[in-house]
């Protein structure tokens, strides 16, 4: 929780701080999960806690990346200090090819 916090504060745009949050609450969960199935030391908690281990590692990165995705079509623009942006280039071929799509679709 320190390091997302650190993480929160310190970098710059709300992209690079869901990547922070994101790994704090997987690598969290994860670790009390771990920490459950060594407490209660049977095959079932344990086995409960590895699915569900494996169902968050599975999910959590990829609902940030959807939400991330979503806040760039519709909400703040990507840092200053930002040099790559491949996502831009990728919506804006998507653009135009929906507006071909269009012009010539009806004909």
Request: overall charge neutral; proline content about 3%.
């Amino acid at each position: 929780m320190l390091v997302a916090s650190i993480g929160l504060i310190r970098l710059p745009d709300v992209y690079c701080r869901m990547h922070a949050a994101t790994k704090a609450t997987t690598f969290g969960m994860g670790g009390i999960l771990l920490g459950a199935s060594l407490i209660f030391q049977s095959a079932a908690v344990t086995t409960q806690a590895l699915l569900a281990i494996f169902f968050l590692f599975l999910t959590a990165p990829v609902a940030a990346h959807l939400i991330s995705r979503a806040a760039y079509k519709r909400g703040p623009d990507l840092c200053a200090e930002t040099t790559h942006d491949e996502y831009g280039k990728y919506l804006e071929g998507q653009k135009a090819e929906e507006e071909s799509s269009r012009q010539y679709g009806d004909a």
